[in-house]
């Protein structure tokens, strides 16, 4: 028993000095937010509750005031937690992380999000996912700071700073403050005892109190709980994804096919008309000549001007609806396509655009992957549900994984709270169904 006792006293004479150094570096971790909190607190309080000070007014106003000032105070605070919060967190977390795996051998992998890539666009501007700038390294800069400031890991990671700041913080400072106190008490005539008292309670704790890190390390500064909403968030991180890369592919589409087709031709046309004012009075037959073939390119570059246009919003689509815009992509089909619709009335734009691209792309792989002969599409409305369904006579065997397209259409439908379903066997046929709950006009 002795042995045992003297070898217990020996560990934690030991581990007082790492204890103080490890209390003292986690309070230096996880005091700022609290300490900025009551700072802007204590001062704003005095600031705002002066305000009203010497008021005169009756109980009915003077309690308004009163609650005013405390909201304004509440703000400030909120606004100073959330300023730290978007500087340090992050900082603050991997610290953290990294003394647990030091001290407690607990190594908590998160992922934070990457920052995406900058596009280079014809017109000379580059594109981050989210806005245009003059430079790559400004685009690189903005996509660098979207991606710190709006990272769910992020967000995570400031909650972490918030509970410590209650839990980790007042546990690992107080072997800190019972020594400090203890030896003011100590100094001070007739507290000796009770400094003596405060300064053992210290340094008995001092081997312990910093492994309060452990357990709330284990809940709040790990990666985010998969949870329906943390599971959400990553679907949505997908998809904002995938469609950031769509929008960034069909903006350089856009701009291609102005820079190299329209405006090729209208430029050739602007100096077939200044060839043509010139030799107007000398040669007209030659003028003639010049006019006529800067109308024909007139067409030309109209034409080119449709389709571009068509491919981003057709007409049809925008003037009769997803019905007549599907029967006008079976018309001009490969293969035979015929066309069912139960569908009363409009659907809401961008979800019967979100449909009819998906049918026109599900259209596009019978041509190109199914071998089909023809082919089927059935638009209906049931249960709150737009539906598009597409069956065809091919091979099938379609797998969202063959680089169809599926996928990236199985993503675009998830925005929009839908659902993509393949049925596909070997030999075929393939049926595949795009649903959209939405409501009709």
Not at 341 to 351: D, H, I
């Amino acid at each position: 028993m002795r042995r045992f006792t003297g070898g217990r006293l020996l560990r934690w004479c030991s581990g007082i000095g790492p204890g103080l150094y490890r209390s003292a570096v986690l309070t230096g971790l996880t005091v700022l937010m609290p300490a900025a909190a009551v700072t802007v607190g204590y001062f704003g309080s005095r600031l705002a509750y002066s305000w009203s000070a010497g008021m005169t007014a009756p109980l009915v106003l003077r309690v308004p005031a009163a609650a005013g000032e405390t909201l304004v105070v509440g703000v400030w605070i909120a606004a100073t937690l959330w300023m730290t919060h978007a500087v340090t967190s992050r900082a603050f977390s991997r610290a953290a992380r990294r003394l647990v795996r030091r001290w407690l051998g607990t190594r908590i992998e998160v992922e934070y999000r990457p920052v995406p890539p900058v596009t280079s666009m014809s017109t000379g501007y580059w594109w981050d996912g989210r806005e245009y700038h003059k430079s790559e390294r400004e685009a690189r800069r903005k996509a660098r700071q979207h991606a710190r400031i709006h990272d769910p890991q992020v967000y995570w990671d400031g909650l972490w700073n918030l509970v410590a700041g209650v839990t980790v913080l007042p546990v690992a400072a107080s072997p800190l403050v019972a020594l400090a106190v203890g030896g003011y008490l100590a100094l001070t005539p007739g507290l000796l005892a009770y400094g003596v008292l405060l300064v053992v309670a210290g340094l008995a704790a001092a081997p312990w109190a910093w492994r309060v890190i452990g357990p709330v390390a284990g809940r709040f500064l790990g990666p985010i709980p998969s949870s329906r909403l943390g599971r959400r968030i990553k679907e949505l991180e997908a998809i904002r994804a995938d469609m950031t890369a769509t929008q960034a592919a069909e903006l350089d589409r856009i701009e291609r096919g102005l820079h190299d087709g329209a405006q090729a031709r209208l430029v050739a046309m602007g100096m077939s008309m200044q060839a043509a004012e010139h030799l107007v009075d000398a040669d007209p037959a030659a003028a003639k000549a010049i006019l006529a073939e800067a109308r024909a390119s007139s067409v030309a570059a109209l034409t080119e001007l449709r389709s571009l246009v068509r491919g981003i919003n057709p007409p049809v689509l925008a003037e009769r609806g997803l019905v007549d815009a599907v029967r006008a992509l079976a018309l001009d089909a490969p293969v035979e396509v015929a066309v069912r619709s139960a569908v009363p009335s409009r659907p809401e734009r961008p979800v019967e655009s979100a449909l009819y691209f998906a049918v026109a792309e599900l259209l596009a792989n019978v041509a190109k992957h199914a071998g089909a002969t023809r082919a089927t599409v059935e638009l209906g409305y049931a249960d709150r549900t737009l539906s598009a369904t597409v069956t065809d006579d091919g091979a099938g065997g379609a797998d969202l994984s063959a680089g169809s397209g599926l996928s990236g259409i199985g993503r675009r439908m998830a925005a929009f709270g839908g659902r993509l379903d393949i049925d596909s066997p070997a030999g075929g046929p393939t049926r595949v169904t795009v649903a959209v709950p939405c409501a009709l006009s």
